[in-house]
């Protein structure tokens, strides 16, 4: 089956031009990996000059056997079909683009064999942006994303910008990547690992260890009934060490934790509420925030942004430990179980879980689409661009789109299974699909996004593409300026 031309979809806020066009024929090793909905992100290097291959698998000195100038301009947000053939010899062609944006140039080679998501390379000194591709080989589709540091992507963003406006990778039982049973583990690096590749949401459920002792402190880490390891208990004080070490190297980061109390025993939601408030958040100021409204960027930067998933002790819903009598921490205590869509306190979510059977992950790959439509059409106020700067509009509800399911007794849907059909099928999604026409009138953002297995064997492109969405506010920015 003959594959379709080239079609290049520019993600990023300002117009990028195709100049260049070269064939290379691949080493013999090389073996091409077109698998049906597999993501490819280009790999490059940066080179001496423009006419060196920059891919590894091709030789030294390897000429292209054909080359072609092209002016190819794909406006921002914009896809653009092209003539160009994507193999003209043979499948096992690496096809060589050299993209051009405000007198600089960059390049990027396809196909290759490494999965994880790297930087096209610059052809200019001192280049003024950084870009990403993502590759779709059944589609021949390249996405072309906006590529800030992972490590601290939030330094891009302004100010004012409302974290219900941005566009935010999140895993679902962030911590639950020790050996564990297959149903409860949901990640496949550590959470520390997570944070340095993007993520900005934890999903944290816990039990407290001793609810009827005031004086002692301990939150086991748990996902539903079972512990996270099978190595022994590992605590909620360990963890929040390693986020605020994190965002002590990086204060330009925020991350917004949920919690939870899930796990066996008979502590209540009061007591967790307690605990927290008293050993964890209080006189922390400058490390949490926990007031009952969606903080801006400025607000949140260097904290833990909290959001509960438990009901509140008195004396934090309206007593002496509440702000101003009105609650604590960002509500989401009590959406709907299995929901499509539902909103509730700060958050409007998609979380349906019970894929009982590998039939469905289809629908629970429509719901995460269905969700990511809802987040789009989402209009944010940023104050002194969508709204007064002075008395601003208060910010909407957080969307929370979790990509996660399961089910503890079929071994096609533990979350590992689920992930590695739902995680590229996502990211296609993004690339392809999600405000492909520029028609939902809205801020075209994904929300919180909450995944299962990212990052498993160095495959980042999920969370690439959804920092990538972020691409809109700079232009909103830009416009409001």
């Known amino acids: 089956m003959t594959a379709p031309p080239l079609t290049v979809r520019n993600l990023t806020s300002s117009a990028i031009e195709l100049k260049l066009v ?18 490819r992100s280009f790999t490059s290097f940066v080179a001496n000059t423009t006419a060196a291959p920059s891919a590894p698998q091709l030789a030294q000195h390897a000429q292209s056997f054909a080359s072609q100038e092209v002016s190819i301009r794909i406006e921002p947000f914009k896809a653009h079909q092209t003539d160009i053939s994507i193999s003209e010899r043979s499948a096992r062609e690496v096809l060589r683009l050299t ?19 790297q930087t096209l390379t610059p052809l200019s000194p001192n280049p003024k942006r950084q870009y990403t591709g993502v590759f779709l080989p059944e589609s021949s589709f390249l996405a072309l994303y ?18 219900s406006a941005i566009s935010i990778p999140g895993t679902h039982n962030s911590p639950t990547h020790h050996k564990a049973l297959p149903s409860v583990r949901c990640q496949a690096v550590s959470t520390r690992v997570q944070l340095e590749n993007g993520v900005r949401f934890l999903d944290i459920r816990v039990q407290p260890e001793s609810p009827d002792d005031p004086s002692k402190d301990a939150l086991i880490l748990v996902h539903g009934v079972f512990p996270i390891s099978l190595t022994g208990p590992k605590y909620f004080r360990s963890l929040l060490q390693t986020v605020q070490d994190f965002l002590a190297a990086n204060p330009s980061e925020t991350v917004m934790m949920s919690v939870k109390r899930e796990g066996p025993g008979n502590a209540t939601d009061h ?23 969606v903080p801006t960027l400025g607000e949140a930067r260097g904290k833990i942004v909290l959001l509960r998933r438990f009901a509140l002790h008195p004396r934090l ?6 702000w101003d009598g009105h609650g604590w921490a960002l509500d989401a205590e009590n959406w709907a179980y299995n929901t499509p869509n539902d909103t509730h306190g700060a958050v409007c979510v998609q979380d349906f879980c019970e894929v009982l059977e590998t039939v469905n992950i289809d629908k629970k790959i429509s719901y995460c689409c269905d969700h990511f439509e809802r987040a789009g059409k989402a209009v944010c106020p940023i104050p002194g661009i969508t709204t007064d700067a002075v008395n601003p509009v208060p910010p909407g509800p957080l969307y929370l789109n979790f990509l996660s399911a ?14 590695a059909k739902l995680n590229p099928a996502i990211v296609k999604f993004l690339c392809m699909k999600h405000d492909a026409e520029g028609g939902l009138e809205g801020d075209g953002g994904v929300g919180i996004v909450v995944t299962d297995w990212v990052g498993h064997d160095g495959d980042w492109d999920l969370i690439r593409c959804i920092v990538g969405m972020n691409a809109r506010l700079e232009m909103r920015e830009k416009e409001g300026k």
């Open 317 to 322: 819903a309206t007593g002496d430990y509440s």
């Open 146 to 163: 906006s590529s800030a540091n992972l490590n601290c992507w939030m330094r891009e963003l302004s100010d004012p910008t409302p974290l």
């Open 99 to 117: 993209f051009e944006n405000d007198g600089q140039r960059y390049r990027i080679d396809t196909p290759t064999p490494d999965n994880a998501s």
């Open 271 to 293: 007591q967790l509420s307690l605990i927290l408030r008293e050993h964890y958040t209080a006189g922390q100021t400058d490390k949490f925030w926990t007031h009952t409204r």
């Open 406 to 419: 399961s089910n503890f007794w079929k071994m096609g849907c533990w979350p590992e299974k689920i992930a």
């Open 22 to 39: 070269e064939r290379y024929r691949a080493p013999d090793s090389q073996e091409p990996k077109l698998l049906s909905n597999f993501t």
